[in-house]
């Protein structure tokens, strides 16, 4: 699907916790038994594990366009924009690529990459392995759907294959499985951006 983890894009915004974790470097690079040698230093564990997710990204075909539905539709502020990927060593360049993009703040340091999508590139397709869609904590359900949709986003049914439709904001229960006990109960609903991206929204 279009929600992919893109590897060759520049991490250029560093998020709070790891902002932190850099901060606490020092503290934690005295004793082996807290982190990981690597070379001459050893990383503090948290930012080899557990240390969250950075960014999510997106393929769109026209990054103003998508830049201002993100804006519009969720409050995601846009951080920063770059023209061209330049990887260097030993002081000299050796890998450029024209690849542009943004990073937009998606609250809690989480992070929307956005790139530009190849002129072949194909729908999203429910056949596909790895990443499906993105899920979004909302505080209203029915007024952020209605504002992604006034934003140029579309709805998104799915079908239960028994005649059963959800579409638009519903009260869900994802019912536990044993061992767990408890079922996971919430308001949510799906809608697709203008680049074919599925958005889940959740009740926070």
Do not use: C
Request: hydrophobic letters at 40%.
């Amino acid at each position: 699907m279009k929600i992919i983890a893109h590897g060759s894009a520049v991490a250029a915004i560093v998020g709070p916790g790891l902002a932190k974790a850099a901060e606490g470097k020092k503290e934690t690079s005295e004793s082996p038994t807290d982190g990981i040698a690597s070379g001459n230093t050893i990383k503090p564990l948290h930012l080899l594990h557990g240390s969250g997710l950075h960014h999510s990204n997106v393929r769109v075909r026209d990054m103003d366009k998508a830049i201002d539905f993100y804006e519009q539709a969720f409050g995601f502020n846009l951080l920063f924009r770059w023209d061209g990927v330049e990887a260097m060593q030993d002081g000299g360049v050796y890998f450029r690529n024209p690849l542009q993009g943004a990073h937009l703040d998606m609250g809690d340091g989480q992070i929307l990459e956005l790139i530009p999508a190849p002129k072949n590139a194909i729908p999203p397709d429910d056949r596909a392995l790895s990443f499906h869609h993105i899920g979004l904590y909302v505080s209203d359900v029915s007024e952020t759907y209605a504002r992604a949709l006034a934003a140029g986003a579309k709805p998104y049914p799915i079908e239960d294959g028994s005649g059963g439709v959800w579409d638009g904001p519903t009260d869900i229960k994802l019912k536990a499985r044993p061992p767990y006990e408890r079922s996971f109960v919430v308001r949510a609903a799906h809608v697709q951006g203008p680049n074919e991206e599925i958005i889940e929204l959740f009740e926070a």
